[in-house]
């Protein structure tokens, strides 16, 4: 890790439930709304409890526990317009986007909220909300190919008047878009995030994203990632920053947090976790060396989303934030955050857990170490 790297603090954001049945499939008591008005008071509470970013996801259609589903794009610049510091992404498919309504869009949510519009653009795959709206539904290395050329149209036309692209997907003939989004010292353009797992996911990353999400990963998975994408990016003289999902559980003691993950795992909506297996297996299947997303996935991890438990911020606020500078230690820049109970959790992490990243994030600049205790698993 460079020093420059070092040296700059940890960002942290958390998934906006924007569907309803919160983050895990589990019949748990979760004590989290997906309407608008408790999405006001979360994102007010996260940007005083210290996070950075708020990520809304995308979902067309029902399934696997989302049973309702808000647009995330309408339903964060409803948020940009109820926060102050708070930065909204929006998911968006290519495929059902087309990135220059995508690019206009961003323009007008950005200058409205001064500077604090980002997107990640996902490359999908659940293939029925793409049948089920008559669109194609193409091979996975091909849905990658039209993400690649996404991104190259939504940067071109937010940094460069008179654009033309002539891709395979995309044709853009002498276009400027006007206004430009707000300017912000130091960012060329609203933040691209991009994720996945696949060998495509990271070549894309490495040639033309911002930032690369990874799902919920341990040390030595999440470590591999980042060297690939690294070295795919400096192939192509550029930098990516990390973004690492991990579900979020800090109770007094180890043992307690241990319980809940228990009791969610043992409440799983077996069925629904079986039919999100199913629909994940058929989307990576294509992919030819086996690395796609939840390609080696257990029952367990699939109770959440993006294997989220993977990651083991489960535990104590001490484990949890020497857990979480371990991760910086090997690339992190942004630790994307679920909970069980939103508001409390929020709360409790800006109060306990932040505090402690904040020592050790310290310690580490000054002694290139931090105290090594909770880093076991
Ligand atoms: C952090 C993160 C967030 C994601 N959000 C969404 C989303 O909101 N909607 C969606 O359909 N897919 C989402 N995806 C999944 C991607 O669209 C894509 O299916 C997946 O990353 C493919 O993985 P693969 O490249 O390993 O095959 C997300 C993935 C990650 C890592």
Do not use: C
Not at 102 to 130: C, H, M, P, Y
Not at 168 to 194: A, M, N, T, W
């Amino acid at each position: 890790m460079s020093d420059a790297h070092r040296a700059e603090p940890l960002k942290f954001a958390y998934w906006v439930p924007n569907v309803s049945g919160g983050l895990v499939t589990s019949t748990i008591e979760q004590r989290t709304e997906f309407g608008f008005d408790y999405n006001k008071e979360l994102a007010v509470l996260a940007e005083r409890s210290g996070f950075d970013y708020a990520l809304s996801q995308v979902r067309y259609a029902s399934s696997y526990g989302a049973a309702q589903q808000h647009d995330p794009a309408a339903f964060s610049l409803g948020l940009l317009l109820a926060t102050e510091r708070l930065k909204l992404i929006v998911a968006a498919h290519p495929g059902l986007w087309h990135p220059a309504i995508l690019a206009k869009f961003g323009i007008t949510a950005d200058i409205l909220s001064q500077g604090r519009f980002a997107v990640n653009i996902v490359s999908g795959w659940f293939k029925d909300e793409f049948t089920g709206l008559g669109e194609p539904w193409l091979e996975h290395d091909e849905r990658y190919r039209r993400t690649e050329e996404f991104i190259r149209v939504l940067r071109g036309l937010w940094t460069q008047p008179n654009f033309d692209f002539g891709g395979d997907f995309y044709r853009i003939h002498d276009f400027s878009l006007r206004p430009q989004p707000h300017p912000v010292p130091g960012r060329p353009h609203p933040e691209i995030f991009q994720g996945g797992n696949s060998t495509a996911a990271r070549q894309v990353a490495g040639r033309v994203s911002d930032w690369y999400f990874s799902n919920g990963k341990d040390f030595d998975g999440f470590a591999e990632q980042v060297a690939d994408v690294r070295a795919v990016a400096a192939e192509h003289g550029r930098t990516v920053r990390f973004g690492l999902n991990g579900f979020l559980i800090a109770r007094d003691t180890e043992a307690q947090a241990r319980d809940v993950l228990r009791e969610i795992i043992d409440k799983a909506d077996v069925e629904a976790v079986e039919g999100f297996r199913a629909a994940v297996r058929q989307a990576g299947k294509s992919t030819s060396d086996g690395k796609g997303m939840w390609a080696d996935s257990e029952f367990a991890d699939l109770v959440q989303y993006n294997d989220g438990f993977r990651t083991g911020l489960i535990g104590t606020p001490e484990q949890i934030a020497h857990r979480i500078v371990e991760y910086k230690k090997r690339g992190a820049n942004l630790l994307l955050l679920g909970f069980l109970h939103y508001l409390d959790d929020v709360e409790h992490f800006g109060r306990h857990v932040l505090p402690i990243v904040r020592e050790l994030e310290a310690e580490l600049d000054r002694t290139g170490d931090p105290v090594g205790v909770g880093n076991a698993r």
